[in-house]
């Protein structure tokens, strides 16, 4: 059973406009909400994370945004810059959410392609 | 500062035989995770360890599948017996603080391959 959604396999986006990729979750005992990226034959680079007591959390470019009632989270990156092309890994944790007591709960990611 | 180190970055083994990974947490990093990606998939949670202790091994598979931290040197995944199934990247992540809500660093993984 996945916990973690991530219904789109891949998204294409022209240089200079907003990715926006999209994350749900059934569980409702995750609390803590993180975006991975990974580029081929490397592991994952920590990006921007949430708490579930905010519904916005901004670094740069990376803007996370969670809307709890909907259990969904997407990250907007803008402008998007070719070497934003990669794998993200939406993932998210919390004491009693299976995950492993702190692991995390990752979903099968989305391959963003930036496209010139 | 050194990021997470995994060794080998490959391994080949053929069915039947051992594999051992390792793994060094950043400096100053006392919890270990172990997660396996299979083709196609997500990460997925295996074990959770700090110095000498076991926390939570809730995604290991039972049999052949064992993980330490010794108070001293890296963190070892150990598969007994491989199989052809067990041909996964399997990446490492450390960080200073357990509790769940906090960014792990990973390593580059190990990519085994049984034949």
């Known amino acids: 059973d996945q916990q973690v959604k991530q219904n789109s396999p891949s998204l294409s986006v022209q240089e200079g406009r907003i990715s926006i990729l999209n994350c749900d979750y059934t569980?409702?005992?995750?609390?803590?909400f993180l975006w991975y990226k990974k580029y081929p034959a490397e592991g994952p680079t920590f990006l921007i994370s949430?708490?579930?007591?905010?519904d916005k959390n901004e670094d740069g470019r990376f803007t996370v945004f969670l809307n709890k009632s909907a259990k969904h989270l997407s990250l907007h990156i803008v402008p998007s810059q070719p070497g934003d092309s990669a794998v993200y890994f939406c993932?998210?944790?919390?004491?009693?959410?299976?995950?492993?007591?702190?692991?995390?709960?990752f979903g099968k990611g989305t391959h963003l392609i930036i496209q010139p | 500062n050194a990021g997470v180190m995994q060794n080998p970055r490959h391994l080949v083994r053929r069915r039947g035989q051992e594999a051992r990974l390792r793994c060094s947490p950043m400096?100053?990093?006392?919890?270990v995770y172990w997660y396996r990606q299979l083709p196609e998939e997500g990460l997925k949670f295996m074990v959770y360890?700090?110095?000498?202790?076991?926390?939570?091994e809730s995604g290991m598979p039972k049999e052949r599948f064992s993980a330490e931290f010794p108070k001293e040197g890296p963190s070892i995944l150990r598969i007994q017996q491989v199989v052809r199934g067990d041909s996964a990247a399997y990446f490492c992540?450390?960080?200073?603080?357990?509790?769940?809500?906090?960014?792990?660093?990973f390593g580059q993984g190990t990519r085994l391959t049984v034949v």
């Open positions: 360890l700090q110095k000498e202790n076991i926390i939570d």
């Open positions: 993932a998210a944790s919390g004491r009693g959410s299976g995950g492993g007591a702190d692991g995390l709960t």
């Open positions: 949430i708490s579930s007591i905010k």
């Open positions: 400096k100053g990093h006392s919890h």
């Open positions: 992540a450390s960080s200073p603080l357990g509790g769940g809500n906090t960014e792990a660093f």
């Open positions: 569980n409702s005992m995750f609390d803590y």
